[in-house]
Nanobody, 121 residues
Framework: QVQLVESGGGLVQPGGSLRLSCAAS????????MGWYRQAPGKQRELVAVIIIGGSTNYADSVKGRFTISRDNAKITVNLQMNSLKPEDTAVYYC???????????????WGKGTLVTVSS
């Protein structure tokens, strides 16, 4: 099994900052990408940011210039620094890993349980 555990969520005022972290563990053979998704009540899950093994990153237009994703390959962790937070950033944030388990031949998506970020005054 591959397990992802998110941390760092909480309540923050508009304009504030939060740093999310995700630690991966288990039978990991290889990792193609790690990233963050979010889901607000009544909405579908959407991509926030993703990082690949070579360090290339992609961001949703709504968070460009405000959020920064980083990855520690040695520790198998991914972080999301969120600055200038807005109320519309309120959501459950999910860590994602796309890679291969030692028990399976094919790569697949793995998900954390999520961490709640609430941006409110």
């Amino acid at each position: 099994q591959v397990q992802l555990v998110e941390s760092g969520g909480g309540l923050v005022q508009p304009g504030g900052s939060l740093r999310l972290s995700c630690a991966a563990s288990g039978s990991i053979f290889s990792i193609n990408t790690m990233g963050w998704y979010r889901q607000a009540p009544g909405k579908q899950r959407e991509l926030v940011a993703v990082i690949i093994i070579g360090g290339s990153t992609n961001y949703a237009d709504s968070v460009k210039g405000r959020f920064t994703i980083s990855r520690d390959n040695a520790k198998i962790t991914v972080n999301l620094q969120m600055n200038s937070l807005k109320p519309e950033d309120t959501a459950v944030y999910y860590c994602n890993l796309y890679g291969r388990s030692r028990r399976l031949s094919d790569a697949m998506d793995y998900w954390g349980k999520g961490t709640l970020v609430t941006v409110s005054s």
